[in-house]
């Protein structure tokens, strides 16, 4: 009875442990940065992703200005942070809150839906953003997806 228990509190903890990793593979591919077909790259590193949403870089490669937009929080968003900020939604709204109160940057621009980011996105020079990997991207050049 003892063993029996035992058996199944260690398959349990197995299991628990193991689901995190199967989500994070069933996520894999579902974000897509993009920017506008005038802009001077053609891919990004995560890093320089990373920098540019966190507003530690404000041009790219080439000096040229580069603004970054975003989703509304949800899934596309939290995939999105995960993946190339490295921060959960709360904490990078947190870290944009102590951003503006000291003065060292701007809240982010925005958008409700992954239309309004690809639109805005393809009629911006230099502007980056991020829609779910089904989404139609028309006009818009991908920078990364994962």
Request: charged share 20%.
């Amino acid at each position: 009875m003892k063993k029996q228990k035992l058996r199944l509190m260690l398959i349990r903890l197995v299991l628990l442990t193991a689901i995190p990793l199967f989500c994070s593979q069933a996520t894999a591919g579902t974000v897509k940065v993009i920017t506008s077909p005038s802009t001077p790259v053609e891919t990004v590193d995560d890093d320089l992703v990373m920098n540019i949403f966190l507003g530690k870089k404000k041009t790219w490669p080439n000096g040229d200005h580069a603004q970054f937009v975003v989703l509304s929080p949800g899934k596309t968003h939290n995939s999105f942070l995960n993946a190339y900020v490295k921060k959960t939604s709360s904490q990078f709204k947190n870290y944009w809150k102590k951003q503006v109160f000291t003065g060292k940057g701007k809240n982010p621009k925005s958008f409700e839906s992954e239309g309004d980011i690809v639109a805005y996105v393809t009629q911006t020079p230099g502007t980056i953003g991020y829609v779910s990997a089904d989404t139609d991207i028309t006009g818009a050049k991908v920078l990364s997806e994962k």
